[in-house]
């Protein structure tokens, strides 16, 4: 008798087994739903191999979350407004990897340090690329990493371009914790570092996550002035140096709105200036 290697069990289209299989004929809808001009009720049920009664309780779901919608007059199913926004987050972020590589290796190769790319996250920074320095001492952030915001340098230059509002949710749903002595661990202390951040252009963390590290950091703006991510560069202290600050922050602001650029973005107004701590 044959038998079946360990791993994944092998399930027919549309028939997934186990607590998912509402969420996975969802799925297997929208996906049916996104390859044709739009479909009846009873086209969709056959070109899915469900039965209509299955397809309709799916797509009375789906349309209550505005994943998809009926024609009144054709009576035809399409894609929604709601599949269309996840789509374009999925679009933006790798329509911003790869308008930020070219910038971030060449400022590799200028400056000799790592150089990150991240966006906010519900209120955390998710690096979404690297450059990483050739250096045998040097920074590592792996893609898809997740970062407290007030502790590294990308998640201060976001911070210092929300609300008010905004920054008060996010402490109260990640509060402050302490990494190292340098930490910012209070509010009032977290917001005039953002002052800092306002009023020269580009945001610092000073060893605040991780001992002996250091990094710079500026926002990449959209085609409406908002920020949507921040590019950094990072390094040992004993290299990113006091007197080295302020000529890197004026090259990661400059990287920024090459970045920017290539987006078809504008940086807000009126700009930030660059200038050394």
């Known amino acids: 008798m044959a038998t079946r290697g360990r791993g994944r069990p092998a399930t027919r289209r549309g028939q997934a087994t186990g607590p998912v299989t509402s969420l996975d004929r969802g799925l297997l809808l929208l996906t049916a739903l996104s390859e044709a001009d739009g479909l009846t009720l009873s086209d969709l049920a056959q070109r899915v191999g469900l039965a209509p009664s299955t397809v309709h309780r799916l797509l009375a779901t789906l349309e209550q979350r505005r994943f998809v919608q009926q024609d009144e007059t054709s009576q035809r199913w399409t894609v929604g407004v709601a599949a269309f926004t996840v789509g374009s987050a999925f679009l933006r972020e790798r329509k911003l990897a790869t308008a930020g ?106 060893e605040e996550h991780t001992p002996g590290m250091r990094c710079v950091a500026a926002t990449v703006h959209d085609e409406y002035g908002a920020p949507i991510a921040a590019v950094s560069l990072s390094g040992p202290s004993v290299r990113l140096t006091d007197t080295r600050l302020g000529e890197l922050g004026a090259r990661i602001v400059r990287a920024a709105a090459e970045i920017t650029g290539r987006l078809g973005g504008h940086a807000p107004s009126p700009p930030r200036a660059a200038t050394a701590p």
């Open 101 to 206: 590589r070219p910038v971030m290796q060449a400022l590799m190769q200028e400056v000799g340090e790592t150089v990150n790319l991240g966006v906010a996250v519900e209120g955390e920074v998710v690096y979404v690329t690297q450059v990483e320095s050739h250096a045998p001492m040097r920074a590592f952030f792996r893609p898809g990493r997740r970062a407290p915001m007030h502790s590294s340098a990308i998640g201060k230059a976001l911070l210092a371009e929300i609300s008010d509002a905004a920054l008060r949710d996010i402490l109260q749903h990640h509060g402050l914790p302490r990494f190292t002595e340098r930490t910012i661990d209070s509010p009032a202390g977290l917001r005039s570092a953002l002052d800092q951040v306002r009023a020269r252009g580009w945001a610092v963390d000073d």
